[in-house]
């Protein structure tokens, strides 16, 4: 049976994509048609591939920084912990399943319906003030995600295609959660030494708040 929270979780990511669906179509647009204006003129093949070149690039930049950040921040050590105490005991399925949708979901509904809307930069800004956890260390969780939604969003503004920042978004996504899942920093103290770490989970605060209030202090495990 799935998790009382993961279903929650998937039935907030499909209200996002029929909003998304919704609100395109309230304004006469095709939410999958690249906007005229886009900064590159490219045909729409090459704008596909230019924008999945590009969020590749920022996935794995991403993940690398990020990981380093863990290595050498108490704040990251902190967000990572606190994010532990957040989430199920997550299986590989899980974790793939939670990755793809909010993934697709998030980007359809602010790259997708906000951003022409409302611009990038104000787009990128009520991103971020969605992405709150419970507490105040998961403050540098929300500033992150202003700074992702300005890479996001820039990607589709370049190329007018969203495949990039939906494949950089679904990918750190899942490498954050099962990092997460998997890994343990609280105990290394102010120098993590040589373990592996990740960067803080884009989980949207809605989910990650309903996680926290429902598994307590659970301490979660990626199973197969």
Do not use: K
């Amino acid at each position: 049976m799935v998790p009382r929270p993961i279903r929650s979780a998937l039935l907030l990511y499909g209200v996002f994509t029929g909003l998304a669906f919704l609100w395109a179509s309230a304004e006469g647009r095709a939410i999958l048609t690249p906007p005229a204006e886009a900064w590159w003129a490219l045909p729409s093949g090459a704008a596909t591939v230019g924008s999945l070149g590009r969020g590749l690039a920022r996935a794995t930049v991403t993940v690398a920084s990020t990981r380093l950040l863990v290595r050498r921040a108490r704040w990251a050590r902190e967000l990572h912990v606190s994010f532990r105490g957040l989430l199920v005991p997550l299986t590989n399925g899980q974790i793939a399943l939670l990755a793809l949708t909010s993934g697709i979901a998030e980007e359809l509904f602010f790259r997708g319906a906000m951003q022409p809307a409302f611009g990038l930069p104000l787009t990128s800004l009520i991103f971020g003030l969605l992405h709150v956890g419970p507490g105040r260390a998961f403050l540098p969780w929300t500033l992150w995600a202003v700074l992702m939604g300005f890479c996001f969003g820039a990607i589709v503004a370049a190329t007018g295609s969203l495949a990039g920042c939906v494949l950089a978004h679904v990918l750190i996504n899942h490498r954050n959660l099962h990092f997460i899942a998997a890994h343990d920093v609280s105990s290394r103290g102010p120098h993590p030494g040589r373990q592996r770490a990740s960067q803080p989970s884009p989980l949207p605060g809605p989910l990650s708040a309903s996680l926290g209030s429902s598994l307590g202090e659970t301490e979660p495990v990626a199973r197969r």
